[in-house]
């Protein structure tokens, strides 16, 4: 057989490879994806109360929830990370209606708490916003669109499972 053939048959083989590859592996994302679809949401969940666009600035009537997890906000979204200072609540809910979870600590919080929440934080991948509330009435509340789970301590496992559950579930999948 000449070189040039083997060639030809090694790319065949390789592409053919790359092909069944990709197809795995989108195959097993999609199952992944349908299983934590099928999981329930986790928290408690709080009357939705849409998800109207307003300008900064602009009144608008009052969350029913604390942190909210719906309602009235700006266009303009929070973008992921930690934040190291409170931000507007109409930045994080339209986050949230792009599918983030929200982790907010009670500002004010014990350094060594707020590192094991970022410890948490860092550990999962996804849509996430963290960062430090003045009014919170608990130490560590989460938050999704419609969802709350408020928690008396830093409880890893909850705060875990609430962002693999409830990650990337809003009404619009957009960036964060």
């Given at each position: 057989?000449?070189?040039?053939?083997?060639?030809?048959?090694?790319?065949?083989?390789?592409?053919?490879i790359i092909i069944i590859g990709?197809?795995?592996?989108?195959?097993?994302?999609?199952?992944?994806?349908?299983?934590?679809?099928?999981?329930?949401?986790?928290?408690?969940?709080?009357?939705?109360?849409?998800?109207?666009?307003?300008?900064?600035?602009?009144?608008?009537?009052?969350?029913?929830?604390?942190?909210?997890?719906?309602?009235?906000?700006?266009?303009?979204?929070?973008?992921?990370?930690?934040?190291?200072?409170?931000?507007?609540?109409?930045?994080?809910?339209?986050?949230?209606?792009?599918?983030?979870?929200?982790?907010?600590?009670?500002?004010g919080l014990e350094q060594s708490?707020?590192?094991?929440?970022?410890?948490?934080?860092?550990?999962?991948?996804?849509?996430?916003?963290?960062?430090?509330?003045?009014?919170?009435?608990?130490?560590?509340?989460?938050?999704?669109?419609?969802?709350?789970?408020?928690?008396?301590?830093?409880?890893?496992?909850?705060?875990?499972?609430?962002?693999?559950?409830n990650s990337d579930r809003g009404?619009?999948?957009?960036?964060?």
């Amino acid at each position: 057989m000449k070189t040039e053939n083997k060639v030809f048959i090694g790319i065949g083989l390789l592409t053919l490879i790359i092909i069944i590859g990709g197809v795995w592996l989108s195959n097993k994302e999609e199952v992944q994806n349908q299983e934590k679809l099928s999981k329930p949401m986790m928290g408690e969940k709080i009357p939705d109360m849409g998800g109207e666009h307003v300008a900064r600035g602009a009144t608008h009537s009052a969350y029913n929830s604390n942190p909210p997890t719906s309602g009235p906000h700006w266009a303009d979204v929070a973008g992921p990370g930690i934040k190291d200072e409170p931000i507007p609540d109409e930045l994080v809910l339209h986050s949230m209606e792009h599918g983030a979870v929200v982790i907010w600590y009670k500002e004010g919080l014990e350094q060594s708490r707020v590192n094991r929440i970022k410890e948490v934080f860092n550990h999962f991948l996804g849509k996430k916003i963290m960062l430090p509330r003045k009014d919170l009435d608990v130490p560590v509340a989460l938050t999704s669109w419609g969802y709350l789970l408020k928690l008396n301590t830093v409880d890893e496992q909850a705060m875990i499972e609430f962002m693999q559950t409830n990650s990337d579930r809003g009404p619009e999948q957009a960036p964060i």
